[in-house]
């Protein structure tokens, strides 16, 4: 009999679970890197089981309660078939898993497991529409092809401009003078970088323009409103197909939020982890692969 609910939430820079009683209070709670599902399936299935630990660690819970545990993963990429075969054919010691979208746990819990919309900007960008019964995505396709108005998109757009303002092309700015300082003014060193960097990698840098476009830099302001164009186009398609209800979420969407206010945005109910515990608990909702 499951006896715990766990709700997990993973992304390209965090993995975070939540442990609930059967009566729903909150146990504890734990973190861990990345799970994104596109960083390999060992790596993401190690750092599920890593946060989920330290979730039961905190809760005051015995391994052996793991085999009691009812657990929902909402990760990036679980839209992908392999990618979702892959993860639920790894070993877990759970009494059951369920697995479906970051995007979708996030929808569930910003809407209390009701039909609704949503939009994701943190390291990466989607959209979702759960509507009727069935789940519609909008962006989403990963970086850096798609995720429009991600971190990880922002901090691309910054290392490109800085680098224009390194060769003189745009005007000297404090935000390309830090970003060029962080790769020692060598743009080798920025290309060989390049080479190897993660989307979280990039996305480390959207807080620096932030930080900058609040000191009054003219450049940091630009490629925030940059992003908020690259939002504004996600939210207007949702809108017109179909969305009557949108979430923005995510570190730069709730930053940017203010500025969006014209596409009244709701309030979400609650996060993806527990969307993803609602989601273990019911098999009622869309599955992404059957």
Known sequence: MIEFWVGVDGG????????????????????????????????????????????????GLDQECEQQMGVGLALASAELADCYHAMLAMPFPFASVRLTSDAFGACLGAFGGEEGAILIAGTGSAGLIYRDGRLHTCSGRGFPISDLGSGAWLGLRAIQQSLLCHDGILPPSALAVRLMDHFRR????????????????????????????????????????????????????????????????GGVGMRLAPRLARFNLVTPKADALDGAILFAQSEEYPCLHP
């Open 12 to 59: 390209g820079t965090h993995t975070r679970a939540r442990i609930r009683d059967r009566a729903g209070k909150l146990l504890g709670e734990g973190r861990a890197a990345g799970s994104n599902l596109e960083l390999g399936i060992p790596f993401a299935h190690g750092n599920v089981l890593t946060a989920i630990a330290s979730a039961r660690q905190a809760a």
């Open 186 to 249: 060598d743009q080798a060193e920025v290309v060989r970088w390049a080479a190897r960097a993660l989307p979280a990698d990039y996305g480390r840098f959207a807080p620096w323009v932030f930080d900058a476009a609040s000191d009054g830099g003219e450049l940091a302001s630009q490629l925030l409103e940059e992003t908020c164009a690259q939002l504004q186009t996600l939210l207007a398609g949702m809108q017109q197909q179909g969305a009557r209800q949108i979430a923005l979420l």
